[in-house]
């Protein structure tokens, strides 16, 4: 994701790992009071979790935006946790939060 647009673009991977073909996946907007796109993970289904004005936003692996969820102050980063990868650990300038999800998360182990 792109902080300063809140573009988040995909692209294909070739065999040598560079990143071809850029395409727009999907957009948070510029950076506002509630933050700007940073952190970003996924879910095992596809989902893309990332930071935002909005707070953290969902999107569907299509691109459809699914869900906002609002903080009190700017996030910044985030990280799949708990024993089945289903608790997501966000940070803000002096908090980490945690939500509690019914998905899995994707990490590479």
Known sequence: NDTE??????????????????ELFASVGPPGDGGAADGMVT??????YTTGPAGLSIFAPDGEHLED???????SNMEWGGDDLNELYITS????YMLPFNVTGYKLR
């Open 5 to 22: 647009t809140g573009d988040i673009v995909v692209f294909d991977v070739d065999g040598a790992g560079r990143a071809l073909n850029p």
């Open 43 to 48: 879910d095992t289904d596809g989902r893309v």
């Open 69 to 75: 969820i609002p903080f009190d102050q700017p996030i």
């Open 93 to 96: 300038s002096d908090l980490v």
